[in-house]
């Protein structure tokens, strides 16, 4: 896996860049997402409200631990209605690389809801990482998100529920 450095932006300047979902060159849908999947992503995705910049900004911020000597590396952030309500849901993914002083990394795939006006952390979803393997997306059906290994069979890939609304105990207190 490639790790290419986006450079940060700030929220309102990503608001700028909303419909552009990938750093330019970072290879994400040739190695994360299955063909099929990363197809359904460019065709049904919708536009990235501001809110969402913010709120996955901020959440960056807290994953990226500085006594851990953590940085964050090619934060995608994607809209897909993966409920068919007709509402988007918002996907992050990213890489944490370094941790405790390592090399080791691994990749996160995190879902967040709109609920009660806010956008809060409903699902994170560790892809895998170094030591273990990358798992890759290998689709979306209502529902689920599904992750397979690399050369898997999409049909033979695991099914992840998400939920749509935050879980029971609530989500964490997310600023809108």
């Given amino acids: 896996m490639r790790l290419n450095h986006c450079y940060r932006i700030t929220a309102w300047a990503l608001a700028l860049l909303a419909p552009a979902t990938a750093c330019a060159g970072d290879g994400a849908e040739d190695e994360l997402f299955a063909p099929q999947a990363w197809h359904y992503l460019r065709t049904h995705r919708q536009p990235t409200p501001l809110a969402f910049l913010q709120v996955t900004e901020k959440y960056l911020e807290e994953q990226n631990d500085p006594e851990q000597s953590c940085s ?40 967040f809801v709109h609920a009660n006006g806010k956008w809060a952390l409903a699902q994170p979803i560790s892809l895998g990482g170094d030591l273990g393997g990358v798992g890759r997306i290998a689709g ?32 964490p207190e997310t600023k809108s």
């Fill in 72 to 111: 964050i590396y090619n934060p995608r952030r994607f809209m897909l209605d993966l409920d068919g309500d007709g509402k988007a849901e918002g996907l992050l993914l990213y890489t944490i690389e370094g941790c405790g002083g390592g090399n080791g990394w691994t990749v996160h795939l995190d879902v």
């Fill in 140 to 171: 979306f059906r209502p529902g689920e998100i599904l992750l397979g290994e690399e050369d898997e069979d999409p049909s033979n890939a695991t099914p992840v529920p998400v939920p749509y609304d935050c879980p029971t105990p609530p989500c």
